[in-house]
């Protein structure tokens, strides 16, 4: 990620926003920028429960600020969903990817490029589940994602290539061998273009 060239910058971005605070207030929208940027630095170097901790404030006072249906709070839930590692905390994290997917078809539509993303994680985080039931809900929000980031932003697009990639091995975890070849095949050919 490009963030890991402002790492070192993380006890100035930390001044600066208590900084701001004090001037601004904790909920003024540049607090919660600086805030979001800080959890962002923190992911990007791995430090999955700073970052984890930071999102969830920025997403607690985005909801209070802007309400729980705004695009800045919805990213901030979506962020906090990513942090959220490992296999004993799994359940939790499909929770909230499908809580903030559910926000997201109603807030923004089923084909904004946020819902888009929000169904690909929920997608990733079943697949990971690798249950008979949630391989199948995964294989089906594949496909959903797949079919809309085809219409929203061509076949060709990168995005769409990794939801094509990512169905394709899920495919091939379902020893759907044809499915999978074929899907990984067009998936292949539209990076080298």
């Not at 910058?9 to 001037?23: R, V």
């Not at 932003?153 to 995005?159: F, T």
Request: with cysteine; hydrophobic share 40%; aromatic share 8%.
């Amino acid at each position: 990620m490009w963030f890991g060239y402002y790492s070192g910058n993380l006890p100035l971005l930390s001044q600066c926003h208590e900084q701001q605070c004090e001037a601004l207030g904790e909920h003024h929208p540049d607090s919660l920028m600086v805030l979001h940027l800080q959890a962002f630095l923190h992911y990007d170097q791995q430090q999955h429960a700073d970052a984890e901790a930071l999102f969830r404030r920025c997403w607690e006072l985005r909801r209070l600020v802007l309400g729980a249906w705004h695009g800045e709070a919805l990213a901030s839930m979506s962020n906090v969903a990513a942090c959220i590692q490992g296999a004993s905390r799994l359940e939790e994290r499909i929770q909230l990817h499908r809580e903030c997917l559910e926000l997201k078809r109603a807030a923004l539509g089923d084909k904004h490029p946020s819902t888009l993303t929000s169904i690909n994680s929920s997608a990733v985080s079943l697949e990971e589940q690798n249950t008979p039931e949630s391989l199948a809900e995964a294989d089906y929000l594949y496909r959903e994602c797949l079919e809309g980031r085809r219409g929203v932003v061509g076949a060709g697009h990168e995005r769409t290539l990794w939801t094509m990639f990512g169905l394709g091995i899920l495919l091939m975890k379902l020893q759907r061998w044809g499915e999978a070849e074929a899907l990984l095949e067009e998936c292949v050919d539209g990076m080298r273009s």
